[in-house]
């Protein structure tokens, strides 16, 4: 781990995070590697659908710890990971599906940032014959990698040294001026990335080159909420790349919606607004998520609190956040929502909905998704990250 130096790893936030919540660490058996998972994973265990994040290329699951602090102290099952060393988009949604069968994860609710976005689309196109995932919030991602050309071969990332590694993902981080809440989330994600030694970093960089590209059918087909979260500031994605993302699920064509789309706007927050604008960021996740409070698929507790955004944030000890722009994706009945005061009062006042009679026969008689069961003597051991004994 790097030495802790920036604003935010010297915060009483951080350090009570680190301090209070343990990491955990599992090994399996992927072909002829050992995959390591390193994770967090906090809050009420009876709660079987949480939400799980998956970091940018820079970052480790210590960039959540603002969303893990504050939702589960309103009762949510948060997890958060780091990325195991796996060399193609393919074998980590398989050992990804081995994770959530070893933690009895049925289902989930996925955020995912920049690459972590990315892989977290791959994972619902991986399992869409048994669908896993129900619902997906996408924050300054790609649909697909050719926006990272390279002119490096491949099999060259793994011979590089360190450092090199190191300043090609740097390449991607904003510059010049900037609020001081997005550079100390700038510092803190360096931070990150100093902590990944050279074969973490040639992996990540080989999950962001390797050439592939979302096939949207597959994901718009099954019934998930989508959210796509946006910083309208700068970040580190290529012109074009947001519209992309918004024709693939925001987007309607001949009046019909192509899926259950929504667009989170923070007019700033810069590439990691999870750390620089978290209060706002965690309203949108609470509301994508209340429809499904009260179901099997809620992430969070039965009886658990229901305050305003407001609490969330006071359970962090900030102050309540600006108000962010939140709409439903257009479409011939439907128009934008209000702002975000709205949509949080929406949030703790709404009840989740009711299925119609057909439907919810539909669902009652429907079969548990099929998991990828592991046989007893290949289950791997959940275990405290020994390794991590960083003193704050």
Not at 11 to 24: A, G, L
Not at 121 to 137: D, G
């Amino acid at each position: 781990m790097a030495t802790l130096r920036s604003d935010i790893s010297q915060s009483k936030e951080y350090k009570s995070f680190r301090s209070t919540i343990s990491r955990k660490r599992v090994t399996m058996h992927h072909h002829d590697d050992e995959i390591v998972w390193k994770f967090y994973d906090h809050g009420p265990r009876d709660v079987k659908c949480p939400l799980i994040f998956l970091p940018p290329v820079s970052g480790t699951a210590d960039a959540f710890y603002k969303q893990i602090m504050a939702l589960t102290a309103l009762g949510y099952r948060c997890v958060a990971i780091d990325y195991p060393m796996v060399w193609s988009h393919e074998d980590f949604c398989h050992c990804f599906l081995r994770l959530l069968d070893m933690l009895s994860i049925d289902q989930a609710h996925l955020f995912g940032a920049s690459l972590g976005g990315f892989l977290a689309q791959k994972f619902v196109e991986y399992t869409h014959n048994t669908q896993r995932v129900k619902s997906l919030t996408l924050c300054n991602s790609f649909t697909d990698t050719s926006i990272f050309h390279s002119t490096t071969p491949m099999f060259a990332l793994r011979l590089m040294p360190g450092f090199m590694l190191k300043r090609m993902i740097m390449a991607g981080f904003p510059d010049g001026n900037m609020e001081a809440e997005i550079a100390n989330s700038v510092d803190f994600m360096l931070e990150q990335l100093d902590g990944l030694d050279r074969d973490e970093l040639a992996s990540r960089l080989t999950l962001c080159t390797l050439e592939s590209y979302v096939l949207p059918e597959k994901i718009t087909s099954q019934a998930i909420s989508i959210m796509l979260m946006e910083s309208l500031d700068q970040t580190a994605l290529a012109p074009g790349v947001r519209e992309e993302l918004q024709k693939y699920y925001i987007v309607a064509e001949s009046n019909i919606l192509r899926s259950e789309g929504r667009l989170a706007q923070l007019k700033t927050g810069g590439q990691f607004p999870f750390l620089s604008r978290d209060e706002e960021v965690n309203m949108f996740i609470r509301v994508l998520l209340q429809p499904f409070r009260g179901t099997r698929y809620s992430a969070c507790a039965d009886g658990a609190s229901t305050n305003g955004a407001g609490s969330a944030s006071a359970s962090a000890g900030h102050s309540a956040p600006s108000s962010p722009t939140i709409a439903r994706a257009p479409s011939s009945s439907s128009s934008a929502t209000s702002p975000a005061a709205a949509a949080a009062a929406s949030a703790n006042s709404a009840p989740a909905p009711t299925p119609a009679p057909a439907a919810a026969a539909a669902a009652a008689a429907a079969p548990s998704p099929a998991r990828n069961i592991l046989k007893p003597s290949d289950k791997p051991l959940i275990e405290e990250d020994d390794e991590y004994d960083e003193t704050l």
